[in-house]
């Protein structure tokens, strides 16, 4: 597993202390902005661009607010095209560096030069770049 930035492991150290389950980050563009949500259910990881070429052009079933540029992934199963009435990070989110990764409740995110990606332990999640994303 990468390094955290000190920036980053501070935070996370912060919200621990203040039973805040929630780490915010986003890329070094400001293009990708997630959030890894962690509760007694089990833990849950999604990003949001802002732009990008859409590979997924099929709303999601029943999805009745955005979609096609949030993805996500808990700890039970696959990365998922998210359906979305919000926006995941807000203004306090942190930077994560490229080759830096950030982990929370079973889930890892690791950004790079291209793009991020967010997993679980059983290998399941999504790697997302402008040009492309993926589900697996």
Do not use: H
């Not at 919200?15 to 400001?30: Q, Y």
């Not at 790079?112 to 040009?131: D, H, L, P, R, V």
């Amino acid at each position: 597993m990468m390094r955290l930035s000190l920036q980053v492991a501070v935070w996370l150290v912060c919200a621990s202390a203040a039973s805040a389950d929630i780490v915010e980050f986003k890329s070094p563009t400001g293009n990708i902005r997630c959030a890894i949500y962690s509760d007694p259910s089990g833990a849950s990881a999604r990003c949001d661009m802002s732009s990008l070429v859409p590979s997924y052009t099929r709303r999601p079933k029943g999805c009745e607010f955005d979609w096609g540029s949030s993805f996500a992934v808990d700890t039970k199963g696959k990365g998922y095209l998210a359906c979305v009435s919000d926006v995941v990070a807000g203004p306090r989110a942190v930077v994560l560096r490229y080759v830096q990764a950030v982990s929370l409740g079973g889930i890892s995110c690791v950004s790079a030069e291209t793009g991020m990606t967010c997993t679980n332990a059983k290998g399941n999640g999504f790697s997302i770049a402008k040009a492309r994303q993926k589900l697996y």
